[in-house]
């Protein structure tokens, strides 16, 4: 996983909510097992007509960009699947802020390298009216002191601490586990070998 540092990104503004991962990545293209080029599904049905032309979806609007996406409540609700984890994480977005996630797409976020923080309801909101007015507008994302600051103001958020230092480490779950393998053999020689 790669170390998530302090990040200072433009928006990518989605007020939408109830997002389901069908709409995130149709189920059409799951039968890819490679993470490679998944962003050009991201929300396909929303970016692309039928015949392939671009529709006015805000990710198709040049004025909007960066590496973190804020969008409506209840992201990721429908089935679990790690394709719209890896989707997004393709198109190089690095945090989604959201009132509320579905438990599987937010475990399988934070599984992945991809930081999601929720908010309150009215904070998100107002992030998402001034990105819209003012798209050159940044975030800044102080994991380590787990706070965001919009326009010198700064906004707390929670994480799990076991999470968090994988995040900031560059940790997966197996990492994890690597990294205590010495105290993981001191304690075994301790127990069993008196």
């Known amino acids: 996983m790669e170390r998530f540092k302090t990040r200072i990104s433009q928006c990518l503004p989605l007020d939408i909510d109830n997002i389901d991962t069908d709409q995130i990545i149709p189920a059409r293209f799951l039968k890819i097992s490679s993470r490679l080029n998944l962003c050009k599904n991201l929300f396909r049905d929303?970016?692309?007509?039928?015949n392939g032309k671009k529709t006015k979806f805000i990710l198709n609007n040049p004025k909007y960009?960066?590496?973190i996406l804020i969008t409506g409540k209840n992201f990721g609700c429908g089935s679990s699947r790690e394709h719209a984890v890896?989707?997004?994480?393709?198109?190089?977005?690095?945090?989604i802020i959201s009132n509320?996630?579905?438990?599987?797409f937010k475990q399988n976020?934070?599984?992945?390298g991809l930081l999601v923080i929720e908010l309150k309801q009215d904070i998100v909101n107002s992030l998402l009216n001034n990105i819209l007015k003012f798209p050159k507008s940044k975030i800044k994302?102080?994991?380590?002191?787990?706070?965001?600051?919009?326009?010198?103001?700064k906004i707390k958020f929670k994480i799990n601490s076991y999470k968090k230092e994988c995040f900031l480490k560059g940790y997966d779950d197996i990492d994890f586990l690597l990294n205590l393998k010495n105290k993981i053999i001191k304690f075994e020689n301790k127990l069993f070998y008196k």
């Open 109 to 112: 976020a934070l599984n992945n």
């Open 141 to 153: 994302i102080n994991l380590k002191k787990e706070y965001i600051e919009f326009k010198k103001t």
């Open 46 to 50: 929303w970016r692309y007509y039928k």
């Open 65 to 67: 960009t960066g590496e």
């Open 100 to 104: 509320y996630f579905a438990d599987i």
């Open 86 to 95: 890896w989707a997004i994480m393709d198109y190089g977005i690095k945090a």
